[in-house]
């Protein structure tokens, strides 16, 4: 796990990869409530996706228009420009999930509204006595942060993308497309902010520090959304409750990452010479996205 790279037979990445937004759209009418069928856990636990991502993502590019002025490299400026364009149509899709489960009356409101508050507030824009230091050193470290939960998405799109269990498991075809064009996008992108931070800063403690807090919330965020999910589930009955032991077992299964894959992504990430580029596959993003039904319905 430590130190294990992308390696061997994959064709070589691709080099100057433009970032392109695809326009995606998603069709939810026929989703099941528990879209992995009869896994209830695996299901909400990639739910919590839709809980997350539309508020950070909106995050992340509030934060990253802000660092646009700063960065002094065209080639990086482009690649922010691109993300930024990514990130917006990752985060109106998730949300159509959202706006689905509302009209089918599951209202996710209450949960939504604490992460919005996270983001908004918590990690939003302070008055720093408008010490243009002050002001810079807080997008400094909130550029970490987003490079470290970039460092997770990367990791769990690579993780969608080579996920053959979900499709044996006979996992809704709609919703496999929506978390594999992200994962693909994520794996696509997942070097820009990374290379965003290092360019304004890049100190290895700041950028390990940021993950060693980072991950611990992630997975705090998860667990208590999973047992939202759970509380709203209408096919479920009141006293079913999400258990650690279906976690390993799905683990176990590879319908979920494992506890170790997880923990293991987290400190390699906080290693010092670590780069997003030696692990996971572009040539592999860039060849499902020319397959994913819905990024060729968004290009037709
Ligand atoms: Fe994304
Ligand atoms: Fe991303």
Redesign the pocket.
């Known amino acids: 796990m430590f130190g294990h790279h992308h390696k061997g037979s994959a064709p070589k990445d691709p080099e100057n990869l433009v970032l392109q937004p695809r326009n995606v759209t998603f069709d939810w009418t026929d989703l099941p409530t528990h879209w992995v069928p009869n896994e209830p856990l695996v299901t909400h636990t990639c739910n919590v996706l839709h809980l997350l991502?539309p508020a950070g993502?909106r995050w992340?590019i509030d934060v990253f228009a802000q660092a646009v002025p700063l960065i002094e490299d065209a080639k990086l400026r482009e690649a922010v420009v691109g993300f930024i364009g990514?990130?917006a149509i990752?985060?109106r899709s998730h949300q159509s999930v959202l706006d689905h489960w509302k009209a089918r009356g599951i209202d996710t409101d209450p949960y939504v509204q604490q992460v919005d508050w996270m983001f908004r507030k918590a990690l939003g824009d302070r008055d720093l006595n408008s010490s243009p230091k002050h002001r810079e050193e807080w997008l400094i470290e909130r550029l970490a942060i987003i490079a470290a939960i970039e460092h997770i998405?990367a990791m769990l799109g690579n993780w969608a993308l080579n996920a053959a269990a979900l499709d044996a498991a006979g996992a809704d075809a709609t919703m496999l497309d929506l978390l594999r064009w992200?994962g693909a996008?994520?794996v696509e992108h997942r070097a820009v902010a990374f290379d965003l931070f290092t360019h304004l800063d890049g100190r290895w403690h700041r950028r390990a520090r940021a993950m060693l807090v980072t991950a611990p919330i992630m997975a705090w965020l998860w667990i208590r959304g999973v047992a939202f999910l759970f509380r709203v589930d209408p096919e479920l009955g009141r006293r079913v409750k999400p258990r650690w032991v279906h976690f390993f077992w799905a683990g176990h299964r590879r319908l979920l990452p494992t506890a170790r894959q997880l923990i293991g992504t987290t400190f390699n990430y906080a290693r010092p010479f670590y780069h997003p580029s030696k692990e996971f596959s572009t040539s592999q993003a860039v060849a499902y996205l020319a397959t994913s039904p819905a990024a060729l319905a968004a290009e037709a």
Do not use: N
């Open positions: 991502l993502e992340f990514q990130e990752h985060a998405t992200h996008e994520e």
